[in-house]
């Protein structure tokens, strides 16, 4: 009697297993698959970044950039730098502090002046 | 199993019977009994062999067969690894010292045929001299129809050409996947960058190597494939080796010059920061090296690095900067500058006579060679030519590009009183800015010696010391002097404090002499001068600047107004703030007790 339950005890757990183990096989390599889906679409990425990155430097190259601030010199009038655009920072002003809110004024202008 | 008794009584009774001996029964019996044994052995032993043999032969099988599957199999990336995608590019970035792209590479399709595999060879043939007019028809139905396997049409194609050779519709035509090197900048930096071509090539890529400059020189570092994800960054900086490049063109062209160069370097680490050389190309269409004609009237020829010129009087400083240091005179001493001054057969002469004698400042300030080759015949030609060694005038330049290498300074073949002379004030010996504008720097640095390098690294900084601190802030004063009351007014830079000195050569005629109109320019300046951060060597080649009744040709009207514009636009681009220049302590004596 005993025997026999181990027997049917053992050959469930042995299902049991098998099934599991099924079951993280299949899972593992899902895994696998979305992880070289992953690694294909960095790759694109890096891709479109080293071309994006190329298109930025040759859209922002010293050449065009000189044309195109000749081209736009009435709205942007932009200069090469020059020396006297230097400052120091105390000559840049400080804000002016913040004027104080009045919310109830009183018209002291015509008031009577105290005997 | 049954055992058979030695001794069966009743096969010993018989034997007795009949008079026989029972022992030999016995014997009978013991020798069947062993050879029972033996037989029982021996088969075991050779069950056990098979087994074994068998056990082998499955362990080399699966080694075998497990070998003959990996040889077999297409080789695949690792699914699960984490860094897979780490290799970017087979060759590595090269970016300015604020990491602004300079060179890249680029993912682009060759073109190739099969001509086994054409339906329509004439056809194919047709739209392709349409879509690459550059092909020749001819030549490539030739190809088509011949004998050939296998031929390359274009090395790299556009994605706009790409469809385009698809829309033909010709199973004979492929396309391979190939790396591209680009240069966004087009000419910019040209020289420095060099160029890079295909190396082998295959159908499913290609080498790329680097044919000159940088590009070559460091072809190891950058095809490296355990550092091809990290850029290599140059000491140049993209917006100054800009402005530096159009103020040198503007300056070319107002001189009528047939070329130009300049290098800025910085002082404390020898890192050059622009280096320029007019007229330039771009590389990412190398030209082809000249055939015909003169080496050095090819764009490709760099003139900062291969320009290997006698450069006139901005060597004058080198002698003084000996004088002082060994003590032979002070700035205040007189040197007799007696004009001309005759030496055996030969004759030194200054541009105009500056009087019988001139304090030794003063013979740089005015440029005397009479003045140099005096103070020259007290230093000696083996200390001088210690001295010019120590300054690396005696190598080609460590710059890291291949053209360095055609640097190496033409030296006189037997160094006489005469040579010694003539070097003193830039005749007579050979070189490139490059090494002028290293030794100006070792000078405006305080004396410490300065390799000129290309690449960004923190670890940069001046070597041995070759001059004391003292003579070379007495020199700083004296090319200081040159800009506000000598030889190179026009280079003044209000709030720079610029100083520097000129030099006008002859250029040497290759059939022998001079020419007596074609002359290089050089103004080598520091600035700013009483604390230097930067040297600027600029050279114009055959220039002549002709606003005046008669043409000139001295540095002080070319190569002088040339770089003090260049100082004017790039200094605000390197940060330097315009200063009032501190007035000369040297008047005022500590009075302490």
């Not at chain 2, 994605?159 to 790396?179: C, S």
């Not at chain 2, 090296?289 to 003139?303: A, E, K, Y």
């Not at chain 2, 003292?470 to 700083?476: D, G, M, V």
């Not at chain 2, 005046?548 to 100082?567: H, L, N, Q």
Request: one cysteine or more; glycine letters at 8%; aromatic letters at 6%.
């Amino acid at each position: 009697m005993m025997r026999s339950l181990l027997y049917v005890l053992t050959s469930l757990l042995v299902i049991g297993l098998a099934f599991w183990a099924y079951r993280e096989n299949y899972r593992t390599q899902e895994a696998q698959a979305r992880a070289q889906h992953l690694q294909q679409s960095i790759a694109e990425t890096r891709h479109r970044l080293r071309v994006f990155n190329a298109e930025w430097a040759y859209l922002n190259r010293p050449d065009r950039l000189k044309d195109l601030v000749e081209m736009n010199y009435d709205t942007l009038e932009l200069m090469p730098m020059q020396p006297d655009q230097f400052g120091r920072i105390d000559q840049v002003a400080f804000p002016a502090p913040p004027s104080l809110r009045i919310t109830n004024p009183v018209d002291v202008s015509n008031m009577e002046p105290a005997q | 199993m049954t055992r058979t008794p030695l001794r069966p009584l009743a096969r010993i009774l018989e034997a007795r019977s009949r008079g026989e001996n029972p022992d030999a029964i016995e014997r009978e019996n013991l020798r069947l009994r062993q050879e029972e044994m033996r037989d029982r052995a021996r088969r075991r032993a050779e069950g056990r062999l098979l087994v074994l043999a068998a056990l082998f032969f499955c362990a080399f099988g699966l080694v075998g067969g497990r070998m003959a599957l990996l040889a077999q199999s297409e080789p695949g990336e690792p699914r699960t690894s984490v860094a897979g995608a780490r290799i970017l590019a087979q060759r590595a970035d090269i970016t300015d010292r604020e990491g602004r792209i300079l060179a890249t590479n680029f993912d682009t399709h060759s073109l190739y045929a099969q001509p086994r595999d054409m339906v329509d060879p004439g056809h194919a043939a047709d739209r392709l001299v349409e879509i690459f007019p550059s092909l020749d028809r001819a030549r490539l139905m030739r190809d088509f129809t011949g004998d050939r396997k296998f031929l390359w049409i274009r090395k790299t194609i556009s994605p706009e050409q790409q469809q385009a050779v698809h829309d033909i519709g010709e199973p004979g035509l492929l396309f391979g996947p190939r790396e591209m090197r680009l240069y966004p900048n087009g000419r910019l930096a040209a020289h420095v960058l060099g160029g890079a071509s295909f190396g082998r090539e295959g159908v499913h890529a290609a080498e790329v190597v680097g044919v000159a400059g940088v590009e070559k020189y460091l072809d190891d570092r950058l095809r490296d494939p355990a550092r091809a994800h990290e850029p290599l960054t140059l000491s140049l900086d993209l917006s100054v080796q800009a402005a530096m490049e159009q103020v040198l063109h503007g300056g070319m062209r107002i001189m009528n010059a047939k070329g130009a160069s300049g290098i800025l370097m910085e002082v404390e680490t020898g890192e050059v920061v622009a280096a320029a050389s007019l007229p330039d190309f771009d590389p990412n269409d190398r030209p082809s090296l000249p055939t015909t004609g003169h080496q050095d009237d090819s764009p490709l020829f760099n003139r900062a690095v291969q320009g290997v010129y006698e450069l006139g009087s901005v060597f004058k400083v080198f002698t003084i900067a000996q004088a002082l240091d060994l003590g032979l005179a002070t700035p205040d001493t007189m040197i007799n500058t007696e004009s001309p001054m005759t030496w055996g057969r030969f004759r030194i002469r200054d541009f105009r006579n500056y009087g019988p004698e001139l304090s030794l400042s003063d013979v740089i300030v005015k440029s005397s060679n009479v003045g140099t080759a005096r103070i020259a015949m007290d230093i000696g030609a083996t200390r001088q030519r210690a001295f010019l060694d120590e300054l690396g005038f005696m190598q080609a330049s460590p710059l890291e590009i291949t053209e360095a290498s055609g640097s190496k300074p033409l030296l006189p073949k037997n160094w006489s009183e005469i040579s010694t002379m003539t070097i003193s004030y830039g005749h007579g010996l050979s070189t490139s800015p490059m090494h002028l504008a290293a030794a100006y720097a070792t000078m405006a640095n305080g004396g410490r010696k300065i390799v000129p390098t290309l690449l960004r690294d923190d670890a940069n900084a001046p070597g041995a010391r070759v001059m004391s601190e003292t003579t070379a802030a007495a020199l700083r004063k004296m090319l200081r002097e040159v800009v506000t009351e000598g030889t190179a007014s026009l280079g003044e830079v209000a709030g720079y404090a610029v100083g520097g000195k000129t030099g006008t050569a002859d250029k040497p005629n290759p059939t022998g002499g001079y020419y007596e109109d074609k002359v290089i320019s050089t103004f080598a300046s520091v600035f700013p001068a009483d604390d230097p951060k930067y040297v600027l060597v600029v050279t114009l080649d055959e220039p002549v600047e002709t606003s005046g009744s008669e043409p000139r040709r001295t540095a002080g009207w070319t190569a002088v107004p040339v770089a003090a514009e260049t100082i004017r636009r790039i200094a605000p681009l390197l940060g330097l703030r315009p200063t009032i220049e501190p007035l000369d302590l040297a008047a005022i004596r500590q009075a302490s007790n």
